[in-house]
């Protein structure tokens, strides 16, 4: 596991993005670990998968916060 400062952390942006797949990385303060990155795979939208999270149009309403909890 990777450790850095947070310093580092939030002046190098790129950090992240180039850590591979399921690797992981620890931030610290003062040699104590504050908390931990991973990075994972972003799930592939498919086009089931998007007419299954789409609104119905022409109901009169929506329930936002199933559909809101449905994205994540």
């Known amino acids: 596991m990777k450790k850095v400062s947070v ?3 939030y002046r190098n942006t ?3 993005d180039r850590l591979p797949e399921g690797a992981a990385m620890a931030v610290t303060c003062k040699g104590k ?8 795979s972003r799930p592939k939208m498919t086009r089931e998968l998007a007419q299954k999270r789409a609104i ?5 309403k929506i329930d ?3 559909f809101i909890r449905s994205l994540k």
């Open 64 to 66: 936002v916060n199933r």
């Open 14 to 16: 790129g950090l992240v």
């Open 7 to 9: 310093r580092e952390f």
């Open 56 to 60: 119905p149009s022409g109901t009169g």
């Open 33 to 40: 670990a504050k908390f931990i990155v991973t990075k994972s």
